[in-house]
């Protein structure tokens, strides 16, 4: 078996994967065997956002139950495991370090490989873990919006990937929880805002949809200005938002973010002409935004199951896995270290040849 483990932001996470499905040619989606993830939104919860040292201390505390527990759920002890695999970038630092210390130190005294996978190639390829996933045909147009990253990414093959657009500011899940937050609402609000959304009218406030004339970047800070300008108008001196205005304001403010989101996908979708499209990252548990993609493509389309879109170590062991079946075999070690070639275009395979 295969051990992944993921602690790149507040989710302590580990998987443990078959490995007979990574030696073999079957289908990744058949290999995962348990998988344990511990949230910590309620711990940042208080302070509006992730606190990375409160994050990579609660890291130190979770992690040895989160992975005894998805050992147990699979049925193996420690001294089964043939490989560990770990994210290593992108993300905060002091967090990554928690579990790639601590993986590497169990593959050093395991005598196994161990492989240090890049967290947004993670992403890229959760889908893979849904029955015919893998059917995705390249070249692939993925759009990952999390809390963290808002990214376009054209791939051609497996290690071969071209970031078409990303943001010049806020992430689009930060530009929901920051807009939340605006109206009140507790963090992580972009679900909450959501929900409200669906009783508001979408065109009562106009907002802007950032640099919409640079099809290569995002943009969503000027949006929470607009908000927070609509907010304080709507307000009229009072010290609340009325109902109404708040359901119109989440209306509003979805609509924005998915439309720049939609518009900008279909751009690239009709300048790359990918032959299909996959939906990533926490935010694409966003119903409007699901409903809008799937409105105006004209491609095959994926998504993963939501425990799947938001960080997890089941996608790190099937980019491990992927890793391992397509590299140098199954016995190499990869540890290019915590945060080294944290472009996910470094990762490309004419780059890591040059490179070598
Ligand atoms: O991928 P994720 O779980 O964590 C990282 O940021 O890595 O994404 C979390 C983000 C948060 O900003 C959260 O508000 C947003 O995804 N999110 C949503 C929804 N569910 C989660 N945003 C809008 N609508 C939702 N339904
Ligand atoms: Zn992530």
Redesign the pocket.
């Known amino acids: 078996m295969l051990l992944a483990i993921e602690t790149s932001?507040d989710e302590t996470a580990a998987a443990v994967f078959d490995w007979q499905a990574v030696e073999s040619r079957a289908p990744l989606s058949k290999g995962l065997v348990s998988e344990v993830v511990s949230s910590q939104v309620k711990d940042h919860a208080p302070y509006g956002g992730v606190v990375p040292e409160l994050a990579a201390r609660k890291h130190l505390e979770l992690l040895p139950l989160v992975v005894s527990s998805a050992l147990k759920d699979a049925g193996i002890k420690e001294s089964e495991l043939k490989a560990i695999a770990c994210s290593r970038a992108p993300g905060l630092k002091i967090c990554l370090l928690v579990g790639y210390s601590f993986g590497k130190g169990l593959a050093l005294s395991l005598g196994v490989p161990f492989v240090g996978t890049h967290h947004i190639e993670g992403h890229l390829y959760a889908h893979e873990l849904e029955e015919g996933g893998d059917e995705a045909e390249y070249p692939r147009l993925s759009l990952i919006v999390?809390?963290?990253h808002t990214l376009l990414v054209l791939s051609e093959s497996f290690r071969d990937y071209r970031i078409i657009a990303e943001t010049m500011d806020d992430a689009a899940?930060?530009a929901?929880?920051k807009s939340a937050s605006v109206l009140g609402l507790p963090y992580?609000?972009?679900?909450q805002?959501?929900a409200l959304a669906k009783l508001g009218n979408r065109q009562a406030v106009p907002l802007p949809i950032g640099v919409k004339d640079r099809p290569d970047k995002f943009s969503f800070s000027g949006l929470k200005t607009a908000v927070v300008r609509a907010a304080d108008a709507a307000k009229e001196g009072s010290a609340k938002l009325s109902e109404t205005s708040l359901h119109d304001l989440a209306a509003s403010t979805e609509t924005a973010i998915v439309e720049a989101l939609v518009f900008k996908s279909k751009a690239a979708i009709e300048k790359y002409q990918p032959k299909s499209f996959v939906l990533a990252?926490?935010?694409a548990?966003?119903g409007f935004l699901r409903e809008r993609l799937q409105e105006v493509l004209d491609i095959p389309f994926f998504v993963a199951r939501h425990k799947w879109?938001?960080?997890n170590a089941a996608m790190i062991a099937l980019v491990a896995a992927k890793e391992l079946r397509e590299g140098e075999g199954v016995s190499a070690s990869k540890d290019p270290g915590v945060a080294s070639r944290e472009s996910l275009e470094m990762l490309n395979s004419s780059a890591l040849s040059t490179s070598a």
Do not use: K, M, Q, R
């Not at 992580?188 to 679900?191: E, I, Y």
């Open positions: 932001c999390s809390g963290g899940g930060e929901f929880d992580p609000g972009g679900p805002l959501s990252g926490g935010v548990a966003n879109c938001t960080d």
